[in-house]
C-alpha cells in the first residue's frame, strides 16, 4: 500500500481544514487507517484511527469532539476534517495504513505503511 496525504495549509485558530489520504494497492477495506502528528521537536503522536468499514472510530483525548476520521473505500481515501483548530495542532500530519490488526488501536509501531506527510499550521 502506497499512501500520499495531502490537504495541509496555514489556518487561523479557531479554524478547520480537512486531510485526505489517497492509496493504492489492493483491499483498502482490510486496512486500519490512522492519522499521527508530529509536532517539531516532538515525537510522533496518535490522532484518529478507523476501522476496516469505517464504522468505528477512536480518537486521542487531544482531538475528541474536534476532529474527525472518516474513510470512501470506494475511492481509497480518508479523511480528517479538523475543527476549532489550535495553535498545539500545528505538526506534520501522516496517514498510516494497518494490514494485520481488525481490532483500533493507537501503536504507530503497528501501522506499517505510512505517507509523507502534510504540515499543518494554524497561528494564533
Known amino acids: 500500500v502506497q499512501l500520499q496525504a495531502f490537504g495541509g495549509g496555514l489556518v487561523q485558530a479557531g479554524g478547520s481544514l480537512r486531510l485526505s489520504c489517497a492509496a493504492s494497492?489492493?483491499?483498502?477495506?482490510?486496512?486500519?487507517m490512522g492519522w499521527f502528528r508530529q509536532a517539531p521537536g516532538k515525537e510522533r503522536e496518535f490522532v484518529a484511527v478507523?476501522?476496516?468499514?469505517?464504522?468505528?472510530?477512536y480518537y486521542a483525548d487531544s482531538v475528541k469532539g474536534r476532529f474527525t476520521i472518516s474513510r470512501d473505500n470506494a475511492k481509497n481515501t480518508v479523511f480528517l476534517q479538523m475543527n476549532s483548530l489550535k495553535p498545539e495542532d500545528t505538526a506534520r500530519y501522516y496517514c498510516?495504513?494497518?494490514?494485520?490488526?481488525?481490532?483500533?488501536?493507537?501503536?504507530?509501531?503497528?501501522?506499517?505503511?505510512w505517507g509523507q506527510g502534510t504540515l499543518v499550521t494554524v497561528s494564533s
Open positions: 498510516a495504513a494497518d494490514g494485520k490488526h481488525e481490532q483500533l488501536h493507537a501503536q504507530k509501531e503497528l501501522y506499517a505503511y
Open positions: 494497492g489492493r483491499a483498502f477495506d482490510s486496512y486500519l
Open positions: 478507523i476501522s476496516w468499514g469505517g464504522g468505528s472510530t
